[in-house]
Every structure is written in structure tokens, then in C-alpha cells.
């Protein structure tokens, strides 16, 4: 579904207020939810899936997931790769006129990348503290990484936060997380990190 105009228009969905733009959102998130869900599915499943859309249309340029143990590379996070492809694709360094869409806020690497690209806004699902329920983050807010920079990219969310989570709890993740080398360790240390993080 295309929407031509992001004006800011009222309508009501499920008994509450909402913009033309947040229903988008709304929409695009569920989508990246459902093309996440996929993998799981497979021998290789993630949590971590990003889409790249145009923020004006509401028209999906194309979506991506996390690699890093697909192709060896600890920066192949779903945002990062998701932005490459997508430069590649428009065959232009700046995505102005685009927002990213995550499964899960992004990490300080990603939302650095987000900026550095130009997007206009930044869109995710599940939180750090989410994520880290699984697997090691760093606990650096994106909003704040985004605050930091002279560079202009609105940060939203969590939108959909309990059906991005849910990716994270799927049976099928839950066993993948173990063989993870980010797996989340149950020891003291990451405990006393985890309290110094709230």
C-alpha cells in the first residue's frame, strides 16, 4: 500500500487518534515484522531486520537482515546493511527523503550509519534493554546518539515493541542465541553492567 501524501491527518484506528503518519509506521513496522519473522524459520535465524522506505510515499525501497555470522563481519548489523544496500542501490551516498525502519533501536555503529547517510527519520521496535535480555549491547541510547550530532534525524519509538520482542523469545531464536559469540552471559559481571545501564 502506497500513500501519496504524509500530511498529518486524524483518522481512528482502534478507538485512538492517529496521524496518516503514524498509521504508516504502524504498517511498515508490522510488515518488517513479518519479513523478520521468515528467518526464523531457517538454520540461520535473527531478530535484527531494518527497511529502508521513502518517507514521503510510504513505498518500501527494500529491507535487510542481520549477517554477521553469515558473512563474518561484526559491523553486518540489519540497519547498516540495509543502508548499504540501499546507497548502492540509489547509487548515491545521502538518503534524505528516507527513513529506516528496525526490529530493534540501534545500536550507537548503526544510528552513527543512519546519520551519516542523511536519513530523515529513524523508526524502531524493540528496545537496547530488550535486546540485551540475549545478547551483549551497549547501552547508549539512540535518541542520544542522534542528540550528540549536528547532523538532523528524528529518532522514534518503541513502536510495536511487544511483536518485535517477540522475535527475540521465538522458540527457534531462543535456541539460536545460545551458539551466538554476543550471547548474553549469566554471570556477575554482566549482571553489575546491567545495573549500572538503569
Same mark, same amino acid.
Given at each position: 500500500?502506497?500513500?501519496?501524501?504524509?500530511?498529518?491527518?486524524?483518522?481512528?484506528?482502534?478507538?485512538?487518534?492517529?496521524?496518516?503518519?503514524?498509521?504508516?509506521?504502524?504498517?511498515?513496522?508490522?510488515?518488517?515484522?513479518?519479513?523478520?519473522?521468515?528467518?526464523?524459520?531457517?538454520?540461520?535465524?535473527?531478530?535484527?531486520?531494518?527497511?529502508?522506505?521513502?518517507?514521503?510515499?510510504?513505498?518500501?525501497?527494500?529491507?535487510?537482515?542481520?549477517?554477521?555470522?553469515?558473512?563474518?563481519? #561484526?559491523?553486518?548489523?540489519? &540497519?547498516?546493511? /540495509?543502508?548499504?544496500?540501499?546507497?548502492?542501490? =540509489? $547509487?548515491?551516498? @545521502?538518503?534524505?527523503?528516507?527513513?529506516?525502519?528496525?526490529?530493534?533501536?540501534?545500536?550507537?555503529?548503526?544510528?552513527?550509519?543512519?546519520?551519516?547517510?542523511?536519513?530523515?527519520?529513524?523508526?524502531?521496535?524493540?528496545?537496547?534493554?530488550?535486546?540485551?535480555?540475549?545478547?551483549?549491547?551497549?547501552?547508549?541510547?539512540?535518541?542520544?546518539?542522534?542528540?550528540?550530532?549536528?547532523?538532523?534525524?528524528?529518532?522514534?519509538? #518503541?513502536?510495536?515493541?511487544? &511483536?518485535?520482542? /517477540?522475535?527475540?523469545?521465538?522458540?527457534?531464536? =531462543? $535456541?539460536?542465541? @545460545?551458539?551466538?559469540?554476543?550471547?548474553?552471559?549469566?554471570?556477575?559481571?554482566?549482571?553489575?553492567?546491567?545495573?549500572?545501564?538503569?
Amino acid at each position: 500500500m502506497l500513500i501519496s501524501s504524509m500530511a498529518i491527518i486524524s483518522t481512528t484506528t482502534r478507538g485512538r487518534k492517529v496521524t496518516r503518519r503514524a498509521a504508516v509506521d504502524e504498517a511498515r513496522m508490522a510488515e518488517l515484522v513479518a519479513f523478520t519473522a521468515r528467518s526464523l524459520k531457517t538454520e540461520r535465524p535473527v531478530p535484527f531486520g531494518s527497511s529502508i522506505v521513502a518517507t514521503q510515499s510510504g513505498e518500501v525501497l527494500l529491507s535487510a537482515l542481520n549477517a554477521v555470522a553469515r558473512e563474518f563481519d #561484526p559491523s553486518s548489523h540489519a &540497519e547498516v546493511r /540495509a543502508i548499504r544496500l540501499a546507497t548502492k542501490k =540509489l $547509487k548515491t551516498l @545521502s538518503l534524505a527523503g528516507y527513513t529506516l525502519y528496525t526490529t530493534c533501536e540501534p545500536c550507537p555503529m548503526c544510528m552513527s550509519t543512519a546519520l551519516w547517510a542523511g536519513l530523515d527519520r529513524v523508526v524502531y521496535g524493540a528496545m537496547i534493554e530488550d535486546a540485551s535480555r540475549h545478547c551483549r549491547q551497549i547501552y547508549v541510547p539512540a535518541h542520544e546518539i542522534a542528540e550528540r550530532s549536528d547532523m538532523k534525524c528524528k529518532v522514534e519509538g #518503541p513502536l510495536l515493541r511487544d &511483536e518485535c520482542y /517477540a522475535l527475540f523469545t521465538h522458540p527457534n531464536m =531462543l $535456541k539460536a542465541f @545460545s551458539t551466538w559469540s554476543t550471547r548474553k552471559h549469566k554471570d556477575k559481571n554482566s549482571s553489575a553492567r546491567r545495573g549500572k545501564s538503569s
